[in-house]
């Protein structure tokens, strides 16, 4: 009996372990998916062989990070909208970086329609294309140009997880300051009231996907995606989310590509919890101009400047 009670104590403790990572942050994906989570999935079903896809070292890196030794980094999340017979793009990128020395991560969304040379392209477009164009490579590199600093690993996600994962976890809650009626690619008709909704899968992605009905754009459409992940981050730590983990886990291998391994996101799970207790969250400034009647995000240099010596000095390498 005691025998018994010790190895259901463990397998409890390894559990909760598991329902950390899977509700960290906002790497959800990753740090989400974390060190225990990706462990157990890939004893069973190899869900590391799914997910890894690597990609070429930066070459604003003399050196590949070094995560034994607590190096702060980077890392680019692209959400891929990705519909029948079309190849793709960038819907959402958000760049965060992790340094555990000052305990703090940073985390800001680039808009989609931000005007800037794709990388290996040789043109000036809107920042997410470089999805349609060259895949992950091209948007990291594009990312990497328009900033000026190293992107050290990336996850991709498909904007179709973000429905299931809901929908599993039972739906979420979200506080709305806007009040319009879903009229975009799924046209469900359902009306996002002023004040606390409830949301099931199809509708958090029709609330994170509006943006023509928000006087803000795609900022508010940022705040938005921003809101939902800490939607998604409280209710997954509920207890009852123990049980639905087997699926959430499937969802999670067969709907992410990284460059990360089993021993980096070990090693991040590790030795970078610290970075969880700050933060910061921050928009790229700009403004909406038309060029040959093409809507763009315009940055200006200055501000490209002051973002790229922000997250610099944040990840302690020379501007």
Request: proline content about 3%; hydrophobic content about 35%.
């Amino acid at each position: 009996m005691g025998r018994m009670k010790k190895k259901l104590k463990e397998r409890s403790s390894r559990r909760k372990k598991v329902l950390i990572a899977l509700s960290s942050l906002l790497t959800l994906i990753v740090l989400t998916a974390g060190g225990y989570a990706f462990y157990l999935y890939h004893s069973t079903t190899k869900a590391i062989e799914k997910t890894y896809s690597p990609i070429k070292k930066s070459d604003k890196r003399e050196t590949e990070i070094a995560l034994d030794e607590r190096q702060p980094f980077s890392i680019l999340l692209i959400g891929v909208d990705e519909r029948k017979n079309d190849k793709g793009r960038a819907d959402s990128l958000i760049v965060v970086t992790v340094n555990p020395h000052k305990k703090s991560m940073y985390m800001f969304n680039i808009p989609r329609d931000t005007r800037t040379e794709i990388i290996g392209k040789g043109v000036e477009d809107k920042i997410n294309h470089s999805y349609a164009f060259g895949g992950v490579e091209m948007t990291v590199r594009t990312v990497e140009h328009f900033l000026d600093i190293p992107i050290d690993y990336y996850i991709q996600v498909n904007m179709e997880a973000l429905s299931k994962i809901v929908d599993v976890l039972g739906g979420i809650t979200v506080y709305n300051h806007l009040e319009w009626a879903d009229t975009g690619y799924y046209k469900k008709g359902f009306v996002y009231q002023r004040g606390e909704l409830h949301l099931n899968g199809p509708q958090t992605l029709g609330y994170v996907r509006m943006r023509y009905q928000d006087p803000r754009g795609d900022l508010g459409r940022n705040e938005r995606q921003r809101q939902v992940i800490q939607a998604i981050i409280a209710q997954g730590s509920h207890p009852a989310t123990l049980i639905k983990l087997t699926n959430l886990l499937e969802i999670l291998g067969n709907h992410i590509k990284t460059n990360l391994t089993l021993d980096n996101i070990k090693t991040i799970q590790k030795n970078y919890q610290s970075a969880r207790e700050h933060i910061e969250t921050f928009e790229i400034k700009g403004k909406g101009t038309k060029i040959d009647g093409i809507y763009y995000y315009i940055v200006t240099d200055e501000e490209r400047k002051n973002i790229s010596n922000k997250i610099k000095d944040h990840l302690a390498i020379p501007h």
